[in-house]
């Protein structure tokens, strides 16, 4: 299995960047797909998931600048991130839910750097 994020990188704050990540295995199917976001000395913490059907969830600190997307074709997800700020500065993480009959299982991509500078 192979989850891995790109996309990471430096930018003023108001800006935007955009965060990609593929998750794929021999056998498996992917659910949902969800990232998250580690800053220094804080807990990680959910930012968006989005279901294989569609379904899109939000932190509230990100909703409304935030935009999650899938292609299921190519087993990929997306994270639009607009109008940064420097507190949206992280380590953001791609969490896959990967199928396999009969379980499910949670697979996590290395991380990428996103940094705001004010």
């Known amino acids: 299995v192979q989850v891995a994020e790109s996309g990471g990188g430096l930018v003023q704050a108001g800006g935007s960047l955009r965060l990609s990540c593929v998750a794929s295995?021999?056998?498996?199917?992917?659910?949902?797909i969800d990232w998250y976001r580690q800053a220094p000395g804080k807990q990680r913490e959910s930012v968006a998931s989005?279901?294989?059907?569609?379904?899109?969830k939000y932190a509230e600190s990100v909703e409304g600048r935030f935009i999650i997307s899938r292609d299921n074709a190519k087993n990929t997800a997306s994270l639009q991130m607009n109008s940064l700020k420097p507190e949206d500065t992280a380590v953001y993480y791609c969490?896959?839910?990967?199928?396999?009959?009969?379980?499910?299982?949670?697979?996590w991509g290395q991380g990428t750097q996103v940094t705001v500078s004010s």
């Open positions: 969490r896959a839910e990967m199928y396999r009959a009969p379980r499910t299982y949670a697979y």
């Open positions: 295995g021999s056998g498996f199917s992917v659910n949902a």
């Open positions: 989005i279901s294989s059907g569609g379904s899109l």
